[in-house]
């Protein structure tokens, strides 16, 4: 049930998971409009270092990023304060929890769609993200120190974002919102969009029939935006070569090694299983 004292709703996933198709979805949705991949109206992320300079009234430039962790839940209030609107609809890719202090807690939270993507097929789109290998891919998600935007010799225009592995990330949401959290399954909307769309649009209260979400589908659906994404540079990623790479389920099988899976599976066995993504035995489902 949503706390509707709070106005942040959370699009909370690790990356290359189906974020951006379903802010997308939810853009159509809210607008009945086929949307413009560069101008969402879901286009909000809480790392944005303009969203924080706009709150705090200085440049976070100033303050060493060690300390961010101290003032961030107070600034997100301050945000959400400042905003008169119901809810505010904000993607997020950091771990909820950091140096063992809830980042995005409780009261301030409306409530959490997280979006869930089996890492087989995840690290494939994360390597073509990044230009790098699967085995470098690999160790982005396996590494409990994986963060983004944390380069010290360059200033990002967003903070970094601590994620940790897989399955810490996936642990740390399901730990502090558990009795306030949508887990919607990659897989799920692919292969099941009318319903796995919908029970979004419904835990955020969106009014909508549906003829509504399945013309949202439609005017989200993956050629549209490949068709986009050829006619003009995503500003979000303008160094990825293909944003809108395959996103098909299963396709990691064509991409990585039995070895390379099984390093998977070492890493995150126990969510792995919990989720359905492999059996007692270790035998991969999707």
């Given amino acids: 049930m949503l706390n509707t004292n709070a106005k942040f709703i959370w699009l909370a996933s690790y990356p290359k998971s189906g974020n951006t198709w379903v802010r ?46 101290f003032y961030r839940t107070r600034m997100y209030e301050v945000y959400a304060k400042a905003h008169k609107q ?10 909820c929890i950091l140096k063992g202090e ?15 993507r089996n890492p087989f097929d995840m690290v494939a789109s994360t390597a073509n993200h990044h230009n790098v290998s699967i085995e470098q891919a690999l160790d982005y998600i396996c590494s409990p120190e994986h963060a983004l935007a944390n380069r010290r010799t360059k200033l990002n225009n967003q903070v970094s974002q601590y994620m940790g592995t897989w399955s810490q990330h996936l642990q740390s949401w399901e730990n502090v919102h558990h009795e306030n959290m949508l887990l919607v399954k990659y897989e799920d909307l692919v292969n099941d969009s009318l319903q796995a769309f919908s029970k979004i649009a419904a835990y955020i209260n969106i009014p909508h029939t549906k003829a509504d979400v399945l013309q949202a589908i439609e005017n989200a659906a993956f050629q ?14 303008p160094h990825v070569k293909k944003f809108f790479r395959s996103g098909k389920v299963g396709g990691w099988r064509n991409e990585i090694t039995t070895d390379q899976a099984m390093r998977i599976i070492d890493c995150h066995y126990d969510a792995l299983l919990k989720h359905g993504y492999i059996d007692t035995a270790g035998n991969i489902l999707v």
């Fill in 224 to 237: 549209k935006l490949q068709n986009q994404e050829q006619k003009t540079a995503i500003k979000m990623a």
């Fill in 86 to 95: 119901e809810y505010i609809l904000c993607k997020v890719h950091d771990a």
């Fill in 102 to 116: 809830v980042l995005f807690t409780p009261a301030i939270t409306r409530g959490t769609v997280y979006i869930l």
């Fill in 24 to 69: 997308i979805f939810l853009s159509a949705l809210l607008t009945g409009k086929e949307p413009d991949i560069n101008n969402l109206a879901t286009n909000l992320i809480i790392s944005s270092r303009q969203l924080i300079d706009a709150t705090l009234g200085f440049s976070s430039s100033d303050i060493p990023e060690d300390d961010y962790l």
